[in-house]
């Protein structure tokens, strides 16, 4: 793939949330945006069936058809992922440019690359910060790093904000991992502040607190506490990589890891079995803590 090429057809590996709100602000700018579902979920099946994606029978079929890979789903698949597309490739003989929009450390992010070595494939690190472009207007950002990145580029304005951070692989990993250790790591800090309050019985003198001399803080509280079951699962590996990128510059993990450790709380309670789809929003906090602080007495 040159760096000359227009871009129109853009595969989406795979379209969950933020995925699928790619692929619909894509296709308002008249690109086809294509995928493969063989082996995916009824929840992912749904979402690109909402978005308008194209399923293409096989990885190979989305190779030949694609000028661009854009690889978003659970982090802790990236690697498979790109193994996977990078066989794919080789038996379609044809080879797009390939874009890692996963919450991965700068390590992993060479690892990924890794899958295309001796390959002409265009490996392009990338971040991708805010909500689905739907939910945010277009305003998503995408940040990019690599030595090819004109391609990816034209999506700027064409549903994406994207901003190149030069050619090294890994610094658009960088910047996802210590955006999202500030976003994530204080939302389950503050969980767990909550979770406190309730343990200590001091919920209502704790928060009346924080309502008058914090009240970002019990904003925060009020939007988050409900809502990190629901991708806990996939945060708890984003934190792992978090920790494990600090780590790797010799600044301490330990925040994160043990906001991991509040990740897997919210993964053991009832509230991971819905979605962001499927949520509940008439439940009270206290209710919500509730269901924390059983989750946790459960593991005792």
């Known amino acids: 793939m040159t760096e000359t090429n227009s871009l129109n057809c853009i595969a989406i590996l795979m379209p969950g949330d933020m995925g699928h709100g790619c ?80 919450a991965i450390s700068p390590a992993t992010a060479k690892k990924v690359a890794s899958a295309f070595d001796d390959m002409p494939v265009n490996f392009i690190d990338g971040g991708l910060i805010g909500l689905n472009p739907v939910k945010e207007n277009e305003g998503t950002r995408l940040y990019v790093s690599g030595k090819a990145t004109a391609l990816v580029r034209q999506l700027d304005g064409r549903g994406l904000v994207v901003r190149d951070l030069g050619g090294e692989i890994g610094r658009a990993s960088a910047m996802k991992m210590v955006y999202a250790s500030s976003t994530k790591g204080a939302f389950s800090l503050f969980t767990a502040v909550a979770v406190m309050a309730e343990l200590t019985g001091l919920r209502d003198e704790i928060f009346d607190e924080l309502d008058a001399s914090q009240p970002n803080i019990m904003a925060t509280i009020e939007r988050m506490a409900p809502r990190i ?17 600090y780590d790797a510059y010799g600044m301490t993990a330990h925040f994160h890891q043990g906001a991991a450790d509040i990740m897997k709380l919210a993964n053991k309670t009832p509230l991971a079995n819905e979605t962001r789809e499927t949520a509940q929003d008439n439940r009270t906090l206290a209710d919500v803590l509730q269901i924390y602080v059983d989750a946790l007495r459960a593991e005792s």
């Open 23 to 102: 692929a619909s602000v894509f296709r308002r700018y008249g690109m086809r945006v294509v995928t493969c579902l063989n082996g995916r979920s009824q929840r992912t099946r749904a979402l690109a069936e909402k978005a308008g994606l194209e399923d293409m029978s096989t990885l190979g079929e989305v190779m030949q058809t694609a000028d661009l890979i854009l690889s978003i789903l659970p982090p802790e698949y990236a690697v498979q992922q790109a193994q996977e597309a990078a066989t794919a490739m080789e038996a379609a003989k044809a080879y797009p440019d390939y874009v890692d929009c996963n």
């Open 229 to 245: 079951p629901l991708d806990a699962k996939r945060w708890i590996f984003e934190m792992d990589e978090i920790a494990s990128t």
